[in-house]
């Protein structure tokens, strides 16, 4: 199991299938830390962390995505930030 916040891309060559897999260990346990979230509202949470990450993780270029949410449910609002590293493409020829 990793230990800290991932996303690994997949894709399956030979069907029309890619994905990724999300793992939020670091930021999953400060998001949870000094809360008692009742088990709805951490579904919610986990599932609008993880969809930022993946977000974040297909930006080109070294930037910031903030997702939020609101509603009269159980949940009546929640942020996530996620700053995304730099990506560089190398092309070259010798």
């Known amino acids: 199991?990793?230990?800290t916040d991932t996303v690994i891309p997949f894709a399956f060559e030979s069907?029309?299938?890619r994905g990724a897999l999300v793992q939020l260990e670091k930021s999953w346990q400060r998001m949870l830390a000094n809360h008692e979230y009742e088990r709805p509202?951490?579904?919610i949470?986990?599932?609008?962390a993880a969809?930022?990450?993946l977000i974040a993780h297909g930006l080109k270029y070294k930037s910031?995505?903030?997702m939020q949410l609101s509603g009269d449910g159980p949940l009546s609002h929640a942020r996530h930030a996620v700053q995304q590293r730099?990506?560089?493409a190398r092309?070259?020829?010798r």
Not at 45 to 48: R, T
């Open 1 to 3: 199991m990793l230990h």
């Open 15 to 17: 069907l029309p299938v």
């Open 41 to 43: 509202l951490q579904e």
């Open 45 to 48: 949470l986990g599932h609008s």
């Open 51 to 53: 969809a930022s990450a």
């Open 64 to 66: 910031m995505i903030t």
């Open 86 to 88: 730099s990506r560089t």
């Open 91 to 93: 092309h070259g020829t």
